[in-house]
Structure formats: structure tokens, C-alpha cells
């Protein structure tokens, strides 16, 4: 029998490691990105050792890096099979640009400002200040009265409350409570964790993924002490290490895929 031959890109060891223990087939792995080339819908890559190209049937994706989004490009306009949908991964990396469709779909949105780069404003309020595409509690800082803008921001009251994320990868979703010592929250403190669902924030990230054709999704929301719920950002690619059980759901859902029309 003859397999397809896979190319897994920015996963780290120990899960390429579980991907090939799965699969019978040849795998490309890169933690970086690697050189392609397309021409006439075939996908060649650089090997992982050695001097040279081979075509590659189907591509899984994972990771943020600095000039990834002209390699996001050409997987879309490849057009094979890639997890995940790397046209949604397009729409989605730019992080302004994804909150603006996003924007579009919630039911919990809000009034975003914006201020161009290098440029002096006064607010009279509490509010945040986000740029880059960067996710993970960085670019974003609480501003009021005068503040001075390095890269183009958006802006947004702050808001007292609860934030918690909705992940979602293939069938399975989990809501997280975020976590930190200030203001600033992520998934990555240890005394983040998993809670009970809400039913909205769940039926918001799941139109919001459908819509955008996104394969995975984290969605970050507050809650306010009065109840009312706002979207904060959209993670196009949330992070599969900090638990162990979106560990194993991300792997189950790759390997499932990788093996599904295997020839």
C-alpha cells in the first residue's frame, strides 16, 4: 500500500513524535518553515535532511511565526489539504483585520477605537491599547489621559470581570479561566483552568468559527460582574500544550485527519 506522504510544520517534537508513531507513511517535519514551491497544483518542500524537494500531499500547521503569513499564502493558493483551513488562517493572522470580521459575527461586541502609529492622543478614560499580531498577554497596554502609540493600536474601554476562553478543536470545546497577577490574563498560569461551559459564549465561537471556516478556534471574552459578556480577540491558532486534555484532543483530531483517504 502506498501512503501519502505528509509534511507537519512548526509542531514541536514531542508531538511529531506521537504523529509518526501513528502513521506508516512518510513525514516531512519542520519546525520552521521550510522552502516550497507550487507549480500546476503540486506542493514541493524542502526536505527535512539533505539537499533538495518533495512533493507533498498534505500539510498540518501549527504555530505563529514572524513572516509566516506569505507561507500561509501559498498553501492557500495550493489549494491541497491542510489543517487547518489555511484560507481561514489567512483571513485570520492579522490580528486587527480578524477582530474586525469578528466583529461582524458576535453577539458581544463592542465599540473598538483606533489610533495610527506614532501618534499622541488623549483619552479620558480607562481603556486598553492593542497592537501587533502577537497573542499571549503581549502588545497591549492600559492606557489613560495621554499615551503615544508605537505601531497601529486598537483601543477599548476596560472592563472589570471574569476572562475566560472557549477553545474548540475539531468535536471537542472546553472553557478556561484565564489567569495572572495583574490585569493582563492568559492561559498560562498555572492557576488557569477549565469551567463550566456557558452556553452564548460557546454558541458565539462556534458561528464565529463556521462563518470564518476556521478548523480551531480560541476566543477570548469577559464577563463583567453585571453579567453582560464581551468578545476581546480571536486566536486563530490557540495553544494545544498548556493541557494535557487539548493535547490528546489536538493529536486524536491531526491523526484522524492525517489517516482519513490515506492511499
Not at 108 to 119: I, K, P, Q
Not at 230 to 247: A, G, M, Y
Request: glycine share 6%.
Amino acid at each position: 500500500m502506498k501512503y501519502n506522504r505528509i509534511a507537519l510544520v512548526g509542531v514541536e517534537e514531542q508531538e511529531y513524535l506521537h504523529i509518526k508513531s501513528k502513521y506508516d507513511g512518510h513525514i516531512i517535519w519542520h519546525q520552521s518553515l521550510p522552502k516550497i514551491f507550487i507549480w500546476e497544483g503540486v506542493l514541493f518542500m524542502e526536505k527535512q535532511n539533505g539537499i533538495g524537494m518533495l512533493p507533498v500531499d498534505k500539510v498540518v500547521y501549527y504555530g505563529i511565526f514572524d513572516n509566516d503569513l506569505d507561507f500561509i499564502s501559498g498553501l492557500t493558493l495550493w489549494g491541497g489539504e491542510c489543517y487547518p483551513n489555511p484560507r481561514a488562517m489567512l483571513d485570520c493572522r492579522l490580528k486587527i483585520p480578524c477582530l474586525v470580521k469578528a466583529l461582524e459575527l458576535t453577539k458581544f461586541g463592542h465599540l473598538r477605537g483606533f489610533v495610527s502609529a506614532n501618534t499622541e492622543i488623549t483619552i479620558n478614560a480607562d481603556a486598553v491599547a492593542k497592537w501587533g499580531n502577537w497573542h499571549c498577554g503581549e502588545n497591549k497596554e492600559r492606557i489613560s489621559n495621554e499615551w503615544t502609540s508605537t505601531e497601529a493600536s486598537t483601543l477599548e474601554p476596560f472592563f472589570e470581570g471574569e476572562s475566560v476562553r472557549i477553545m474548540n478543536i475539531g468535536h471537542h470545546y472546553w472553557q478556561i479561566k484565564l489567569e495572572g497577577d495583574d490585569w493582563l490574563k492568559s492561559i498560562h498560569p498555572d492557576t488557569a483552568c477549565f469551567m463550566e461551559i456557558d452556553a452564548d459564549l460557546l454558541e458565539d465561537t462556534k458561528h464565529i468559527k463556521n462563518i470564518l471556516k476556521m478548523d480551531m478556534i480560541g476566543n477570548d471574552y469577559i464577563v463583567m460582574d453585571n453579567g453582560e459578556k464581551k468578545l476581546l480577540e480571536v486566536n486563530h491558532i490557540p495553544n494545544i500544550t498548556r493541557f494535557e486534555k487539548v493535547r490528546e484532543a489536538y493529536l486524536s483530531t491531526v491523526n484522524e485527519w492525517i489517516n482519513s483517504n490515506a492511499k
